[in-house]
């Protein structure tokens, strides 16, 4: 394919990204990438009363953030209203166009118009289902259409890819590439990444704004990876695709014609495959940092090297890093939340619990510190062996007596993590609550 490709993304800024703006985002930047060609990010900003400069910077540092950055500077639509006007002079002087309250209208040819999708092949439209229509509006702005179509003219755009909620808006545009006698780019509708429910994806699905994924602790490539498998596969069966192999493998003729559905619990699967593959430095990096931000409780209570211990025992474990303030919180946490189910199943309902724990701190007194997870363990083997039950019987109310739950990392690491002094004090705080 040529080298000359452009492609835009072209977000309003009314609101924060969505997963489905990023998706089509992904898929322009793929595509260009691809080909060698430009990713342009451009901002439609002509609905002045509901655009925000809150949202634009939301919209650029999150596209920063997924590491889809772009080739040329950004422009923004209410920055070239001299530039809609004297094109929409031009149509009016054609009488193409007319004069309507203040406004500017199309006059549609009522004519049967056709074009090919590059995903959807050969589209059809009957002219006369579509009435003239505004291209400027009475306080001398630009309507979406008449915007998009000279924005995407001005900047040599080759080929358009955009949701197919866009389809309908395909004739009215053409129909302004063929009055200003411009050629008109090639289409590319994508399906549309519907709930599990098969309604369009909402805030009832989940989070849906990037910036709810991102505070969550979902990694950029764990999240562009998941977005590229909704209505497009590289073929066979594989599914945990770098950056680098999205791009390789991108093409237009693989994406589908039917509609995605979002799964949150496919995304998380994809995510942790993502962290389990970062190698240990750029783990701890990014671990270190996102706790930096979200989770000040744990950089306060432990050293740098005792939190960077605790990221590496949970490296198999999490699949977003937010998992992190559940599942490892008891590490930062003086006193530990009990999880009701795990007291009941295992320090209440097992006979003489208190006797197993009040044996295993005996045994572990004998330690000076619990560096050596294997000391530990031999110790609570022998615990187990006076006791005359299985070791498993032991390690049980032990884990919910250090951890507050039923399952964790490694106990003995668990316990050389923590220290002999937070082990004790909540030993003692289960034998308490045991039968």
Do not use: C
Not at 144 to 159: I, L, N
Not at 293 to 309: G, T
Not at 423 to 432: P, Q
Request: glycine share 6%; proline share 4%.
């Amino acid at each position: 394919m040529a080298d000359n490709i452009v492609v835009r993304f072209a977000p309003s800024p009314t609101g924060p990204l969505h997963i489905g703006g990023v998706r089509t985002a992904l898929f322009n930047f793929l595509f260009a990438r691809k080909n060698h060609g430009q990713f342009i990010l451009r901002i439609e900003d002509t609905d002045h009363e509901r655009s925000e400069t809150k949202f634009e910077e939301e919209i650029k540092q999150s596209m920063k953030w997924l590491g889809l950055e772009w080739d040329s500077h950004i422009i923004r639509q209410s920055e070239r209203l001299d530039l809609y006007q004297r094109f929409s002079r031009e149509l009016l002087a054609k009488e193409l166009a007319y004069e309507w309250e203040g406004a500017v209208k199309l006059k549609v040819p009522r004519e049967p118009l056709h074009f090919f999708d590059l995903v959807h092949g050969r589209v059809d439209f009957d002219g006369q289902a579509i009435d003239d229509f505004v291209i400027m509006k009475s306080n001398q702005y630009p309507t979406y259409h008449f915007a998009s179509v000279v924005d995407d003219h001005e900047q040599g755009v080759t080929h358009v890819i955009r949701g197919d909620d866009h389809l309908p808006n395909t004739p009215k545009h053409l129909m302004l590439y063929q009055a200003l006698g411009w050629s008109a780019p090639k289409f590319a509708h994508l399906p549309l990444v519907l709930g599990q429910d098969g309604a369009p994806l909402s805030k009832r699905h989940g989070h849906v704004s990037l910036t709810d994924y991102r505070e969550k602790g979902f990694l950029p490539d764990g999240l562009l990876n998941y977005l590229a498998l909704l209505g497009w596969s590289p073929g066979g069966n594989q599914e945990f695709l770098t950056r680098e192999q999205l791009i390789d493998h991108f093409s237009i003729k693989r994406i589908n014609k039917t509609n995605a559905t979002f799964d949150p619990e496919k995304l998380r699967w994809l995510n942790g495959e993502h962290l389990k593959r970062l190698n240990d430095a750029v783990y701890l990096r990014e671990g270190m940092a996102y706790l930096g931000v979200y989770a000040k409780e744990a950089v306060n209570a432990l050293s740098k090297e005792s939190l960077e211990d605790v990221l590496l025992l949970f490296k198999s474990r999490i699949k977003i890093w937010g998992d992190l303030m559940w599942q490892a919180s008891f590490f930062w946490k003086e006193k530990v939340d009990f999880d009701p189910e795990a007291v009941t199943a295992h320090l209440q309902k097992q006979p003489g619990t208190k006797d197993k724990l009040t044996t295993l701190k005996e045994r572990w007194a004998s330690l000076k510190t619990f560096h050596d997870e294997k000391e530990v363990e031999v110790l609570l083997r022998e615990a187990a062996g006076h006791l005359r039950i299985e070791a498993r019987d032991l390690i049980h109310p032990a884990r919910v007596a250090l951890t507050g739950r039923s399952v964790s990392p490694s106990l003995f690491a668990v316990a050389r993590l923590l220290g002999k002094e937070k082990v004790f004090n909540r030993i003692e705080s289960a034998i308490k609550l045991a039968s």
